[in-house]
């Protein structure tokens, strides 16, 4: 299974990204997806998450400005990025726990893309 993460570049603030993740292999189901990020000098830290049958979680950073969706029939997920701030600007991880075809569970991340926010 591979994660391909794409949709980064350089916003000034208040504007807007749409990040993207594609999930690529013998997936038969994806059981929660999330997205991380890592700000310069930083350590990792959770954005958003969703899993099956729940409702979303954010960090109350982000709360009313990102939001996190999935395209189950393309095992796409997204992660819409709005009112953009300098604070925002990291390396943005996505990240799925999936069952696989006929070989249990597993745990993927993307390669990462970068966020900057300007101001």
């Known amino acids: 299974v591979q994660l391909q993460a794409s949709g980064g570049g350089l916003v000034q603030a208040g504007g807007s990204l749409r990040l993207s993740c594609a999930a690529s292999g013998s997936i038969f189901r994806i059981n929660r997806m999330g997205w991380y990020r890592q700000p310069p000098g930083k350590q990792r830290e959770l954005v958003a998450a969703?899993?099956?049958?729940?409702?979303?979680d954010y960090a109350d950073s982000v709360k009313g400005r990102f939001t996190i969706s999935r395209d189950n029939a393309k095992n796409t997920m997204y992660l819409q990025m709005n009112s953009l701030k300098p604070e925002d600007t990291a390396v943005y991880y996505c990240n799925m726990n999936v069952i696989l075809w006929g070989a249990g569970l597993g745990d993927y991340w993307g390669q990462g893309t970068l966020v900057t926010v300007s101001s």
């Open positions: 969703m899993s099956i049958g729940d409702n979303p």
